[in-house]
């Protein structure tokens, strides 16, 4: 029976179901054998946060670093989409599969003859600087609509186009019997699979991920929380979990800063461009207003004025 006052004890849950308005970076330390978006949800969920997203997956079986933006820093997860990623990988030699990881089935099984450590080092400095890679079937690609994995998962494999990556380093950390362990420093778009299903037809043994651990997104490779930490902080109270959030700014250090103040720092608030005395640099910068606030991203002009390219709300900082 529908009784006075449901209607707005109701409207208040509804209110309460839609979560808090929390804002912040979460680094977290992805575990073996959950997916990114799974990780990603259990987070939401700790923070009780009205809005999350993750900057770029990991597959199931990597590990390591995983930024989740909550509230106004969703904004900015593209930007870190984009970034740089440093991995540690191990090779497994010997052993070709189809994904390319531990994951898939064996499909080549060869003899390991390694001479020297300076025989793995001379195929390493081959894939330095800007490269091709075809990426893998078990990837998140589309072929009209439909993800690659899927297709692969059906036994199907189709024509991809290469793509170009840069690896900007690529160190041997250490090899024995028939393991490679590496650190990748790379661009977005990398594949470390296809990497090491490449260096292993050139070793002449063929090769898979075993391990993978992500330790570096863009500005960020330090200070990563476990989802056992995170739930820990959650039973003290938000007081103490919220304050293993980053400020949204410190997912941006590698552009420069832009104070704005009076007149500026209200129109750029409204979408409009504005002149900003000794601006030299071109491309993306960080707006703060009256050094207290994060406005959000701007980009240099042709012109040389500062133009919003994605604002933020009660971005307060420090």
Known sequence: MFK??????????????????????VLLDKPFGVTSNHALQQVKHLF???KAGHTGSLDPVATGLLPI???EATKISQFLL???????????LGVKTNSGDSEGVPIQTRPVDIKSREQVESILRKYVGEIEQIPP?????????????????????ID????LVTIFDLQLISFQDDELHIRV????GTYIRTLADDVGDDLGCGAHISQLRREQ?????????????????AEQGFGTLDKVLLDIDQGLMQWPPVNLTGDAGFYIQQGQPVFVPKVSERGFVRLYLNEQEFLGVGEILDDGRVAPKRLMKNTKIG
Do not use: W
């Open 217 to 233: 997104v863009g500005p960020f490779s330090a200070n990563m929380h476990t989802m056992d930490e995170l739930e820990g902080l």
């Open 48 to 50: 009780r946060a009205q």
């Open 69 to 71: 933006c909550l509230g």
């Open 160 to 163: 991809r186009e290469p793509r």
């Open 185 to 188: 420093h790379c661009s977005k």
């Open 4 to 25: 006075i006052g449901d209607s707005a004890v109701g409207e208040r849950r509804s209110r309460r179901n839609k979560g808090r308005n929390v804002t912040g970076i």
């Open 82 to 92: 984009n970034a740089d990623k440093t991995y540690l990988a191990t090779l497994k």
């Open 137 to 157: 079937m078990h990837s998140a690609i589309k072929k009209n609509g439909v993800p690659l994995y899927k297709l692969a998962h059906k036994g199907l494999v």
